[in-house]
T-cell receptor, first 116, second 113 residues
Framework: GAVVSQHPSRVICKSGTSVKIECRSLDFQATTMFWYRQFPKKSLMLMATSNEGSKATYEQGVEKDKFLINHASLTLSTLTVTSAHPEDSSFYIC????????????FGPGTRLTVL | EDQVTQSPEALRLQEGESSSLNCSYTVSGLRGLFWYRQDPGKGPEFLFTLYSAGEEKEKERLKATLTKKESFLHITAPKPEDSATYLCAVQARGVQGAQKLVFGQGTRLTINP
């Protein structure tokens, strides 16, 4: 099956700092990667969609300048939370989709971000 | 508007007690319905993809079925390790034509030994 990793799994930072989260597809080339946010006991909320080599497409209400997404290669996408504040604390999950898997998205293990 | 509703919100079963989880959806042009399992503090784990009404897929104690308006996840003789939140999602068309998943709220399943 398809394996997607995320790093780090947990991060604690001070308010005002920036945090970078990496998402990698380990055994396939991901033509499209997605970033989600999940609040406690809630479902996943799509933040943005990114295709390799092009700008990310953000969902309505998601601040592009706050959540910077880079999809530099077919196996790596990064999410940078800039000038993080306590309200940005959440569980961030990426997913990846490759041509060989059709429309199915495979998810990473998630990153727990806590902003103090 | 594309929408996914899962029921029940939570379900407690005894080990070996079979049951079904429901996922009702409204979407303009279904491009796929997906079932995932999520354990606390983890990302969703892929279970099934269904594309057309009448399609069924099985994996161990789980079986997913699809009609034009809903999908069922049947769990047969469950074990405690089947305890998790089960998420249903449909593929919809998002911003600027990008395809995205629309998730239901999930069903929290607990299997008591």
């Amino acid at each position: 099956g398809a394996v997607v990793s995320q790093h780090p799994s947990r991060v604690i930072c001070k308010s005002g700092t920036s945090v970078k989260i990496e998402c990698r597809s380990l055994d396939f080339q991901a033509t499209t990667m997605f970033w989600y946010r999940q609040f406690p006991k809630k479902s996943l909320m799509l933040m943005a969609t990114s295709n390799e080599g092009s700008k990310a497409t953000y969902e309505q209400g998601v601040e592009k300048d706050k959540f910077l997404i880079n999809h530099a290669s077919l196996t790596l996408s990064t999410l940078t939370v800039t000038s993080a504040h306590p309200e940005d604390s959440s569980f961030y999950i990426c997913s990846a989709r490759g041509e060989m898997w059709g429309t199915t998205q495979y998810f990473g293990p998630g990153t727990r971000l806590t902003v103090l | 508007e594309d929408q996914v509703t899962q029921s029940p919100e939570a379900l407690r079963l005894q080990e070996g007690e079979s049951s079904s989880l429901n996922c009702s959806y409204t979407v303009s042009g279904l491009r796929g319905l997906f079932w995932y399992r999520q354990d606390p503090g983890k990302g969703p784990e892929f279970l099934f993809t269904l594309y057309s009404a009448g399609e069924e897929k099985e994996k161990e104690r789980l079986k997913a079925t699809l009609t034009k308006k809903e999908s069922f996840l049947h769990i047969t003789a469950p074990k405690p390790e089947d305890s998790a939140t089960y998420l249903c999602a449909v593929q919809a068309r998002g911003v600027q034509g990008a395809q995205k998943l629309v998730f239901g709220q999930g069903t929290r399943l607990t299997i008591n030994p």
